[in-house]
């Protein structure tokens, strides 16, 4: 590192410090954040699609809580295969994959919605002459797709605990 680039480099993180950034997971997996998120549920999806974002949803909200859940995650989504790119035959090169989840954070007990949001992502798949290869990229990218709406509806869900959301 030259000389004259560690002057700026120690401006930068003196006014990093003072911009009022907080971690969104302080304390860990003790701290609110993770209380909060380990108190949600997250209900059935169908599925082959619903599966793996259920399966992704429970991974990140930090495992199963013994007793009952304060919340309950409902989760639809809309998967959809849409294909463009056309040859001079008439056969689809590219298809997009898109992936769009609606979901809505509701109190156990009262039924009440407290968050209701959507995340959603998609993704370019090339159609070749295998059609073993097409369907494989094809469920590539929906395992792909449903990390990425977990990761979107998490991070959601944890700025709203983080505001005074959902709290044990």
Known sequence: ??????????????GL??????PLYSGGGGGPVAQSLRSIEVAPIGGRAGWLVRTAL???????????????????????????GV???????RERRTLRARYRLVEADKGTVVLDATAGSDAGIDVVSSE????????????????EIADQIVTRLA??????????
Do not use: K, N, W
């Open 1 to 14: 590192m030259s000389l004259r680039l560690a002057p700026l480099l120690i401006a930068a993180a003196l």
């Open 17 to 22: 410090s003072g911009c009022g950034l907080r």
């Open 58 to 84: 429970e991974d990140r909200l930090g495992g199963e809580q013994a007793g009952p859940h304060r919340y309950r995650l409902e989760v639809t989504l809309d998967d959809q295969i849409t294909g463009f």
């Open 87 to 93: 040859r001079r035959d008439d056969a689809e090169t």
């Open 132 to 147: 073993y290869a097409t369907v494989a990229a094809e469920q590539s990218a929906l395992e792909r797709l449903s990390r």
């Open 159 to 168: 700025q709203f605990a983080t505001r005074g959301g959902p709290s044990q």
